[in-house]
């Protein structure tokens, strides 16, 4: 199962700058949320008539009159790639304007619990904590309408976190990677109730991301994008650049 010319589009939201991704296939309109975790206002208004301020990256129409071809958008599920506050903080506001399922590892599930009192440490308030309506499950390709998302458990940033895998039949595939990894970096180990661990971490990356093919292009949950062959070459803690048999040059923890 694969999309043609996914459309995708990146909103930079809330105090840490998290990516949020909204992908849509262009042959049906269905679309799925990924990561909905704060202004969800501003992704509301846009994905359901091009108001207010759009996208800050976007691969699909940048108005109505020039989406006036394709089908119109429906939001078929809201997915995680973990349940750290930033990124799943206003889901409940998304959920209940959709109506649709929200999808979650359950190794995150105590994590998401949390959120609201996350959030009160960067002064933010937050609804009352989403509880999710479906795991995800790991190794396997679910369909939210006609959207197919592949989902690699790759626990390490938290036990729950997941990349996301949208396949494309006629381009580089896009993997959608929360805090798992970054543009030279990866995520945190050491924040509080999310059982990171720098080793699982490293062993995730390896196992489930640096087999994807090299043109892959990874959507970290903040800063640039990048390429899973890039990363492989380059990413001074996990990658080729960090020295045959350890990984990289520091911990987080």
């Given at each position: 199962?694969?999309?043609?010319?996914?459309?995708?589009?990146?909103?930079?939201?809330?105090?840490?700058?998290?990516?949020?991704s909204?992908?849509t296939?262009?042959?049906?309109?269905d679309?799925?949320?990924?990561?909905?975790?704060?202004?969800?206002?501003?992704?509301?208004?846009?994905?359901?008539?091009?108001?207010?301020?759009?996208?800050?990256?976007?691969?699909?129409?940048?108005s109505?009159?020039?989406?006036?071809?394709?089908?119109?958008?429906?939001?078929?599920?809201?997915?995680?790639?973990?349940?750290?506050?930033?990124?799943?903080?206003?889901?409940?506001?998304?959920?209940?304007?959709y109506?649709?399922?929200?999808?979650?590892h359950?190794?995150?599930?105590?994590?998401?619990?949390?959120?609201?009192?996350?959030?009160?440490?960067?002064?933010?308030?937050?609804?009352?904590?989403?509880?999710?309506?479906?795991?995800?499950?790991?190794?396997?390709?679910?369909?939210?309408?006609?959207?197919?998302?592949?989902?690699?458990?790759?626990?390490g940033?938290?036990?729950?976190?997941?990349?996301?895998?949208v396949?494309?039949?006629?381009?580089?595939?896009?993997?959608?990677?929360?805090?798992?990894?970054?543009a030279?970096?990866?995520?945190?180990?050491?924040?509080?109730?999310?059982?990171?661990?720098?080793?699982?971490?490293?062993?995730?990356?390896?196992?489930?991301?640096?087999?994807?093919?090299?043109?892959?292009?990874?959507?970290?949950?903040?800063?640039?994008?990048?390429?899973?062959?890039?990363?492989?070459?380059?990413?001074?803690?996990?990658?080729?650049?960090?020295?045959?048999?350890?990984?990289?040059?520091?911990?987080?923890?």
């Amino acid at each position: 199962m694969a999309l043609s010319e996914p459309w995708i589009e990146h909103f930079f939201v809330g105090p840490l700058q998290m990516r949020c991704s909204v992908v849509t296939d262009r042959s049906t309109g269905d679309t799925v949320i990924v990561d909905g975790g704060d202004e969800p206002q501003r992704l509301i208004d846009w994905i359901d008539g091009f108001q207010g301020r759009g996208p800050d990256w976007s691969t699909g129409p940048a108005s109505a009159d020039e989406a006036g071809g394709l089908p119109a958008r429906r939001v078929t599920a809201l997915i995680n790639t973990h349940a750290h506050f930033d990124h799943s903080g206003f889901i409940p506001v998304l959920r209940d304007h959709y109506n649709v399922p929200w999808y979650l590892h359950p190794d995150d599930t105590y994590l998401q619990t949390l959120a609201q009192r996350s959030g009160l440490r960067y002064g933010l308030s937050l609804p009352e904590p989403a509880v999710a309506d479906h795991e995800l499950i790991p190794d396997s390709t679910m369909a939210f309408g006609s959207v197919p998302v592949r989902v690699l458990h790759t626990p390490g940033h938290t036990l729950g976190g997941c990349c996301l895998l949208v396949e494309v039949d006629d381009g580089p595939d896009h993997v959608f990677v929360g805090d798992t990894l970054f543009a030279g970096s990866v995520g945190r180990t050491d924040i509080a109730d999310s059982g990171g661990d720098f080793d699982l971490l490293a062993a995730s990356i390896h196992g489930q991301l640096w087999p994807l093919p090299l043109d892959t292009v990874v959507h970290p949950g903040h800063g640039p994008l990048t390429t899973i062959g890039h990363e492989r070459a380059t990413n001074p803690f996990v990658g080729d650049a960090a020295g045959k048999g350890v990984y990289g040059f520091g911990k987080y923890a």
